[in-house]
């Protein structure tokens, strides 16, 4: 992982840029776009389990005692954000398998002030967590400041964590000047908004594109 803009970038593996290419592309239809979803989610949990502590322990084998591992997961959280974040959380948790499930449901309004409405949070307390917000598209920003919000309402975690597929420059930075100790994983960074707030080039709605639907 390469630090890029405030965000650690998963660019220099080839197996999540290949999925990656895949999400991005127009023409992969919904099934295949929330399959490689869950995959990404996977294997960017994966990617993220070398960032926590490990124990040394030995084994016994049936044939001999040997040195083995166990990382540190105990304390987990995961805030799925509604919607586009539920196929993607259900590859993270396959990996993070004992950590506990919170939900934020929020949805963005129309530009130019693409205001934040908070419908239902359900959350459990955090403290002491590392907390893992769940985000696909991290592009102005604006809701996850407000997710940040509810969190800190819940508890004082110890590690502050937000999982995207992309993110933008401009969101990034707005989050890290509310919450500076928060650690931003993405699977690229890409360059920039058009003026409907979307990451370009981006993958397009990805709440619409996993769940086949057309709102706008
Ligand atoms: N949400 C999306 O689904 N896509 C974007 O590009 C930005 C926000």
Excluded at 16 to 40: E, H
Excluded at 131 to 140: F, G, N, S, V
Excluded at 156 to 161: A, E, G, L, Q, V
């Amino acid at each position: 992982m390469i630090e890029k803009d405030g965000a650690y970038v998963f660019e220099d593996s080839p197996y999540i840029q290949q999925i990656l290419t895949v999400l991005r592309d127009a023409r992969t239809d919904t099934i295949a776009f929330r399959r490689n979803l869950v995959a990404l989610g996977r294997y960017m949990a994966y990617e993220l389990t070398k960032t926590f502590p490990i124990e040394r322990l030995t084994v016994q084998t049936p044939l001999a005692r040997t040195e083995g591992v166990r990382i540190r997961m105990d304390k987990i959280t995961l805030v799925v954000v509604l919607r586009a974040a539920i196929p993607f959380m259900e590859g993270v948790i396959k990996v993070l398998d004992n950590a506990k499930v919170g939900i934020i449901s929020a949805s963005r309004g129309s530009p130019p002030d693409f205001s934040i409405e908070i419908k239902y949070v359900r959350v459990p307390n955090i403290d002491d967590d590392t907390l893992i917000i769940i985000d696909p598209m991290i592009a102005t920003g604006s809701t996850l400041i407000k997710v940040l919000e509810e969190c800190r309402k819940c508890g004082n975690p110890k590690r502050k964590i937000i999982m995207g597929v992309l993110a933008a420059p401009a969101g990034v930075g707005r989050i890290k000047k509310s919450y500076h100790d928060v650690e931003i994983y993405v699977a690229a960074m890409d360059s920039t908004l058009n003026d409907k707030g979307y990451i370009v080039p981006g993958l397009g709605d990805a709440g619409d594109r996993a769940f086949n639907t057309e709102f706008e």
